[in-house]
Each structure stands twice: as structure tokens, then as C-alpha cells.
């Protein structure tokens, strides 16, 4: 079973969220994901600047096996993008909670966060799929 | 029913990740396929092949037979262990499978098939063989290791007996031979040095565990079908299948027109092809930007429409490689377009091979 802190929210799409203590959240795709995608060789991320909402395909991480898009969990502006991934996109099957982190908004809506699911929640949903 | 093969549970203790392949349940990895893609391409790795169909073929008729069943020629072995790379075609000149041909006699070949098109090979060879005197006789009985890279000849070698060593010592690629149990042969599927060995299903598991000790890395189907890819080499069932001439996927190579009466099956569709010139070609496809080709993804150029027969991302390249359909008059150079999620990206045209022995070859 594959890890999933507590301490972050997820969308049932397979995102996590962090909400920084400067009121930005991060987001990035599970360790579940990264399984289910394996080898990582491109991420596409959006750009600084970018307004994202809710459910818009905005990045997309490309594995060995296939594309998948990865969709905004939260709604808001793009502050910060995980540079480090351009060059090493393996990140996000070694570290997919930390070094594989794909970008930060600031937010539209903190009460956004309200919606998605805590561990639990997203740990039910994996085990129906 | 899903079919095991005799390494399953040493899969299994590596942690490799299992799928179904073709009712086969095999390793997709052991972790990450890359890794084991470099490993292969720089050192040592090995794959379970043990699904993959030995079938000989023995008896007065095996060499008329086989220059009918085959587009190559079986006449042109002659060497006690030469192998042959060829495909075998039904009356419409489409392939049936691709397969190679170990020579021991004129009365004596190995072949070795793909698993997936097992049945209707076997069906087919039984049926083209009416009216041959000769027997066609499944091994089962047979685990198959392959161990490539550019080690790996080195480190069988560390595990093999004094007779072992001197029977394989020097062997020419495309070359196999029997010593005690061990059928060992300088053939593969990666375009690195390396052998594939034929083992008893009692020994097999030995052998594993030895190379395994030996530092050879296990490498999933993953790493097989990049290695592949990279070095060019068709898969069956995406490159080429019963509706494509072999014209068309890169196996002209492989038809030997000369005899020119030698009777084998699709002969007349090929030379009507040939004098035509309007087959396809099998080309290679470089994308140098982000992002990654992909099978079915359509090909654009000035001269009509293509399409990717098979497409991944190339470990050793750091970019994306294809093997795709295209209309004859497409050339090695061309820009070309592919339909990529919604976009067009361009690629640029080379032949179908991109990586040999470690190095970038277009």
C-alpha cells in the first residue's frame, strides 16, 4: 500500500494539496499515481502567472507507458513552478510528496480546500478502483 | 488460465511487477524499467523468454519444407548453428509471424516463434508440412533466459563449465549451440552483445539465481520493447501482422528472391509488389522536443497520410523514437508531421534503427 500523509488534501483524480503557512498551496500527483504511471521522462507545467480553476487540465506528466493530464485541484493564481523537474522528472516516482512537487498557486478561494479529501477519503477511493 | 513460466516465483522474489501478456503472466518491471533499460545498454541485464515458442522441425523433408514455409532461404545455411532471421507468410503475402531459424542439419532446424502467435503458427506449419516427410515437435519442456549487454558475455562466462566455455568461445553472432543441457546462442532482442540460453525447466531457476549473483540485472518487458524500438527491431502484432507485406515493415531484407524458382508461399504477391513499388516503407521517426510518440498516432507528409506502428521514449537518446508507416516516397531526412495529443510536432525521418551497442547509429 502506498503511503499517503495525513497532513494533505487530495483531489480523486490522484492530485495532493499542502497548504503552505504562507496561505499558497502546492500541489503534486500522489505516490499511488507515480505507480500507476511508472518511469516519469516529461513533465509539462504551466506558467508562472497562469490563472488556473478548478478541474482544468493544467500540466501533464508523461510516463514510459502513457501521458496523463493532471488537473487543478484548487483554483488561483501560478506563483512558483518545480523547475528541477525539466531535468530530472524522475523526481516524481522518487519523491512524489517533496522533491516531485509540480507548482504552487496562490488562492482564489481557501475554502476550496474544503471540498477535496482528507487521507482517508482518498485512501477509499483508490480501493474502489 | 493464465500460463507461468518456470522463473515466475524468482520474478516474484525480485519484486517484479506482473502483467498478463498474451495469457502469459509476466514481469512489466522489477521497479523501474529505465533502470533496467541503461543496464542492459551498459552493463548486464536479463529477461525470461520462457514464453516464447521452441518448435523443431526434423525429418528427410525439413530443408524443402522450410524453403517453402519462409521467405529467406534455409539453403543459405550451411554452418552446423547458424541462425536466420525471416518471416513466414500466408498466401496473401501478409505475415503470419516472424521467427528465427537455427540450422544444425538439413534434417535437423530449431525455430523460435513468437508466444502470442502460437497457436496459428503451429496450425499453419501443420498444415503447409502435408505432403513433407518430417515431424514438428513443440519443446515446452525448455525455460529460455536471454542475458544482453555489453557484459553480459562476460558474466555467463564466469558461470560456465570448461566445455561450455570452449564450445561458445568465439562464436560469431546469429549463432547457437548445444553443450550438455544448455542451448546457448549469440541472438537477442536489444541490439546489444549477449546470449539467449535454452534451458531445461529443472535448471532454469539455478541459472537465474547464478546470474542474478553474477550482478546481471532482471529486466522487464518494458526494457525489452525500448531496447527493441531502439535498435530497430519489429515487434509482432505492432509492426507488422497478417495484413502487412513484409515490403512494408522493413523485412525486405529477409526475402531471398534468388533462387528465383524457389517456390515459398506468398512468392507471387511480393514480386507483384516489388514490380508495383507502391508498398509502404517502415521508417524511423526522431521527435528532439518534449513529449513522446505513440502507437496508432498519425503520420502526416506531403506525399499522404502514415502512421506509428510503435512509438516510446528512448532511455538512451533522452528523447522520443518511432517506427512508422509511411508512403514510399517519403525520404531519410524529411520533416514530417504526427498528430500528438491534439497537435501537430514535427519529426524528422531516418531509417528504422536508432541505438546499437550503446551508441546513437542515425
Known amino acids: ?129 | 488460465m493464465t500460463n507461468k513460466t518456470v522463473l515466475h516465483a524468482k520474478h516474484l522474489a525480485s519484486g517484479a511487477k506482473m502483467v498478463d501478456f498474451y495469457g502469459w503472466e509476466m514481469p512489466i518491471n522489477y521497479g523501474s524499467q529505465i533502470e533496467e533499460h541503461h543496464a542492459v545498454r551498459t552493463d548486464a541485464g536479463m529477461f525470461d523468454v520462457s514464453h516464447m515458442t521452441i518448435v523443431d522441425v526434423q525429418g528427410t523433408d525439413a530443408k524443402d519444407f522450410l524453403r517453402r514455409l519462409v521467405i529467406n532461404d534455409v539453403a543459405k545455411l550451411t554452418v552446423p548453428g547458424k541462425a536466420l532471421y525471416t518471416g513466414m507468410l500466408n498466401e496473401a503475402g501478409g505475415v503470419i509471424d516472424d521467427l528465427i531459424i537455427y540450422f544444425f542439419s538439413d534434417t535437423n532446424y530449431r525455430l523460435v516463434v513468437n508466444s502470442a502467435t502460437r497457436e496459428k503458427d503451429l496450425a499453419w506449419m501443420t498444415k503447409q508440412s502435408i505432403g513433407f516427410d518430417l515431424t514438428i515437435t513443440e519443446r515446452p519442456e525448455f525455460g529460455m533466459i536471454a542475458v544482453q549487454g555489453p557484459e553480459a558475455i562476460a558474466k555467463v562466462g564466469t558461470l560456465l563449465s570448461a566445455e561450455e566455455s570452449a564450445a561458445v568461445e568465439g562464436m560469431k553472432p546469429f549463432f547457437g549451440v548445444q553443450v550438455g543441457d544448455l542451448f546457448i546462442a549469440t541472438t537477442g532482442y536489444t541490439g546489444e552483445n549477449g546470449y539467449e540460453i535454452i534451458i531445461p525447466e529443472s535448471a532454469a531457476e539455478d541459472l537465474w539465481q547464478k546470474l542474478l549473483d553474477a550482478g546481471v540485472a532482471p529486466c522487464g518487458l518494458g526494457a525489452r520493447d525500448t531496447l527493441r524500438l531502439e535498435a530497430g527491431m519489429n515487434l509482432y502484432g505492432l509492426d507488422m501482422d497478417e495484413t502487412v507485406s513484409p515490403i512494408a515493415a522493413n523485412m525486405a531484407w529477409t526475402i531471398s528472391w534468388e533462387p528465383t524458382d524457389r517456390d515459398f508461399i506468398g512468392r507471387d504477391v511480393l514480386t507483384a509488389q516489388k514490380a508495383a513499388g507502391d508498398q509502404p516503407k517502415l521508417v524511423g521517426l526522431v521527435l528532439e522536443e518534449k513529449g513522446v510518440l505513440r502507437t496508432a498516432q498519425k503520420v502526416i507528409t506531403e506525399a499522404g497520410e502514415g502512421i506509428i506502428t510503435s512509438g516510446t521514449f528512448s532511455p538512451t537518446l533522452g528523447h522520443s523514437v518511432a517506427l512508422a508507416r509511411v508512403p514510399r516516397s517519403v525520404k531519410v531526412g524529411d520533416v514530417v508531421e504526427v498528430e500528438m495529443r491534439k497537435k501537430l510536432v514535427k519529426v524528422t525521418v531516418t531509417k528504422p534503427s536508432f541505438v546499437r551497442n550503446g551508441k546513437k547509429v542515425f
Open chain 1, 1 to 129: 500500500m502506498s503511503n499517503i500523509p495525513s497532513e494533505l488534501k487530495y483531489a480523486t483524480s490522484h492530485e495532493w494539496v499542502r497548504l503552505e503557512s504562507d496561505g499558497t498551496a502546492t500541489i503534486g500527483i500522489t505516490e499511488h499515481a507515480q505507480g500507476l504511471l511508472g518511469d516519469m521522462v516529461f513533465v509539462e507545467l504551466p506558467d508562472i502567472d497562469d490563472s488556473v480553476s478548478v478541474g482544468d487540465d493544467v500540466a501533464v506528466a508523461e510516463s514510459v507507458k502513457a501521458a496523463s493530464d493532471i488537473y487543478a485541484p484548487v483554483s488561483g493564481t501560478v506563483v512558483a513552478i518545480n523547475e528541477e523537474l525539466e531535468d530530472a522528472p524522475e523526481l516524481l516516482n522518487s519523491d512524489a510528496f517533496g522533491g516531485g512537487w509540480l507548482f504552487r498557486v496562490k488562492l482564489d478561494d481557501a475554502s476550496e480546500l474544503e471540498n477535496l479529501l482528507d487521507a482517508e477519503g482518498y485512501k477509499n477511493s483508490i480501493d474502489e478502483d
